[in-house]
């Protein structure tokens, strides 16, 4: 078997097992029960402080 010949059957193979997923599943909505509580213990000029510091370590 050639390398092309295999790569249009996983091609293939791929497409089918696309088809196949339930796209309709993913279009529900996620029902969320409990409650969420947030603690800022920082003001936003540190937040953003700490972001900025963050970014630069990436650069």
């Not at 993913?26 to 947030?38: H, K, L, N, P, V």
């Not at 213990?41 to 650069?59: C, H």
Request: hydrophobic share 30%; no cysteine.
């Amino acid at each position: 078997m050639a390398m092309g010949e295999y790569d249009q059957h996983e091609y293939e193979r791929r497409e089918q097992t696309i088809g196949d997923i339930d796209s309709s599943a993913d279009e529900r909505a996620t029902e969320f029960r409990g409650s969420i509580t947030f603690e800022m213990s920082e003001s936003a000029s540190d937040l953003l402080e700490n972001f900025r510091k963050l970014t630069e370590d990436d650069a």
